[in-house]
């Protein structure tokens, strides 16, 4: 079992920044794909950005691209989404989540979850 903890939410005024981050305990973090999803009040849980094994291959959403950043330590068994100029439309609960593959954007592709950390932006 994986057990993922993220942090670095909070509340921001729009344009702001924070970085969240997400550590595991889990002897294999360095094998697992990396993701980061977000879910607003009413709304389906959505992919953000995501970072192979190594770190060198990354995704993002459309809504995200050029204002997020999503990177990894292995030595630290930790990833981070870095949010620039964020806006009133990114406030969500936003979930780090472990897998096989970097490029899976589906919900359902994501093996382990966490608990998930609140970001709110305010405009």
């Known amino acids: 079992q994986v057990q993922l903890v993220e942090s670095g939410g909070g509340l921001v005024q729009a344009g702001g920044s924070l970085r969240l981050s997400c550590t595991t305990s889990?002897?294999?973090?360095?094998?697992?794909?990396m993701g980061w999803f977000r879910q607003a009040p009413g709304k389906e849980r959505e992919f953000v950005a995501s970072?192979?094994?190594?770190?060198?291959?990354?995704y993002y959403a459309d809504s995200v691209k050029g204002r997020f950043t999503v990177s990894r330590d292995n030595a630290k068994n930790t990833v981070y989404l870095q949010m620039n100029s964020l806006k009133p439309e990114d406030t969500a609960n936003y979930y780090c989540?472990?897998?096989?593959?970097?490029?899976?954007?589906?919900?359902?592709?994501?093996?382990?979850w966490g608990q998930g950390t609140q970001v709110t932006v305010s405009s």
């Open positions: 889990a002897r294999l973090f360095n094998t697992y794909a």
């Open positions: 970072v192979n094994w190594n770190g060198d291959m990354t």
């Open positions: 989540a472990a897998g096989d593959h970097a490029r899976a954007m589906e919900r359902s592709e994501w093996d382990y």
